[in-house]
């Protein structure tokens, strides 16, 4: 067996084990892309019924349950992503850089840092909230429910994701174009904002995006921060109250009546929409400016 077909697996020399782990592999995609079509689909049927206009530029309404729909949330979601982009990305790529170009591993404060980062990533999204919430009274604001919250949480919440996607994106990019640089007598410092940075954009953007397209379709963390279920007037501000689309589904999810039940259905697929939609531009900036060593 030469060292390529053991990396890959691709051996001609199977034996029944090996057929039966992959046989076991298979079936695990499989099974799992099965109950994600099937939910799906189903899904999509339930509110087929609802795609239409009103869903996008109606208000929610008991009242006319027939025609309810999610312009609140869909902006609001978007003012949410706005200050979620504002918060987050800066911080996180100034954290991601510090840790790869400048930090000294040797310090046990760097060393504390990195482990706790680490740890951030694995923290339940309903923390964050409560986090957000901690941070907001410290900061003065009282008012609850608004988009500067909103976004304060989930730029928490994605913040660990940023770091770690740039900090791999800065690690691919290779020692020989800061050794160059170094070499022609920039400083770190130029090199990094030069040379580094621009050549680790797209895995920077890609992970970036992948980061917000987690946010746009969590609840938790808006909930502890008191995003409203459901409002009829538009966001005009990050101090405005808003709801989200994620918000407006779980609320209608609850309710009694058919009608609204069935556009919690359709808003499900217009989320969907919306994430699958970010993950698409963040392959198009990845293969557009993807660059090979």
């Known amino acids: 067996m030469t060292e390529a077909t053991a990396l890959t697996g ?3 020399d199977r034996n029944v084990r090996s057929i039966l782990f992959l046989v076991a592999l298979w079936f695990s995609l499989f099974f799992g892309v099965m109950v994600l079509a099937v939910l799906i689909i189903d899904t999509a049927i339930e509110g087929s019924s609802r795609f239409d206009a009103a869903l996008l530029t109606e208000y929610a309404s008991r009242v006319r349950p027939e025609s309810t729909g999610f312009r609140a ?5 978007v003012w949410l992503m706005g200050v979620t982009a504002v918060l987050a990305v800066p911080l996180g790529i100034a954290a991601a850089v510090y840790f790869e170009e400048f930090a000294d591993n040797r310090r046990w404060y760097n060393r504390v840092l990195e482990v706790n980062l680490q740890n951030l990533a694995a923290v339940p999204a309903i923390v964050y909230g409560l986090l957000a919430v901690a941070v907001m009274a410290v900061l003065g604001f009282s008012e609850t429910g608004t988009a500067l919250g909103g976004g304060l949480a989930l730029a928490l919440l994605i913040l660990p994701v940023i770091v770690i996607t740039t900090r791999e994106a800065l690690r691919a990019v290779p020692d020989d174009i800061r050794q160059g640089s170094l070499a022609l007598g920039a400083t770190v410092w ?11 954009v797209p895995g920077i953007a890609t992970g970036t995006i992948l980061g917000l397209s987690r946010a746009i379709g969590e609840a938790a963390p808006l909930i502890v921060v008191g995003l409203a279920g459901s409002l009829r007037f538009d966001p005009t501000g990050v101090m ?39 993950n698409a531009l963040a392959i198009v900036i990845r293969n557009k400016f993807q660059r090979s060593w």
Not at 73 to 77: D, N, P, R, V
Not at 241 to 249: C, S
Not at 261 to 275: D, E
């Open 10 to 12: 691709r051996s001609k």
């Open 190 to 200: 130029q090199t990094t904002w030069r040379q580094t940075l621009p050549s680790s």
């Open 240 to 278: 405005s109250p808003i709801t989200a689309l994620p918000m407006q589904i779980y609320s209608l999810t609850s309710q009694s009546q058919e009608d609204l039940r069935v556009a919690a259905s359709a808003g499900i697929i217009v989320l969907l929409v919306m994430v699958l939609s970010l």
């Open 73 to 77: 949330g869909i902006l609001g979601t």
